[in-house]
């Protein structure tokens, strides 16, 4: 069973900075397509950034520059970090892992709420 769980969530003031973590189990994610979503009160879900299984990375153009999308595959874990961190940011993050095979699986994990504020 593949689960996928989220932490380094909170509130963090504008500027700031917070990485979140994303633990899978059940799913090698070395080999797998690797990306963060948000999404705000009121609006859909958005992609944030992307890591491909052949190191290629895909920020959204409102968060190049400040985030950054990695992992660790003796961890089995994938990270954002986010850096000067506006309110526009505020949001819950979602990680997903979409299997690279043809008809691939995609799965998401529970959610990080994500609060930008003074």
């Known amino acids: 069973q593949v689960q996928l769980v989220e932490s380094g969530g909170g509130l963090v003031q504008p500027g700031g900075s917070l990485k979140l973590s994303c633990a899978a189990s059940g799913i090698i994610v070395d080999i797998n397509f690797l990306s963060w979503y948000r999404q705000a009160p009121g609006k859909q879900r958005e992609l944030v950034a992307s890591l491909t299984p052949f190191r290629t990375t895909y920020y959204a153009d409102s968060v190049k520059g400040r985030f950054i999308i990695s992992k660790d595959d003796f961890k089995n874990t994938v990270y954002l970090q986010m850096n000067s961190l506006k309110p526009e940011d505020t949001g819950v993050y979602y990680c997903?892992?979409?299997?690279?095979?043809?008809?691939?699986?995609?799965?998401w994990g529970q959610g990080t709420q994500v609060t930008v504020s003074s």
């Open positions: 997903n892992v979409r299997e690279s095979g043809p008809g691939g699986s995609e799965y």
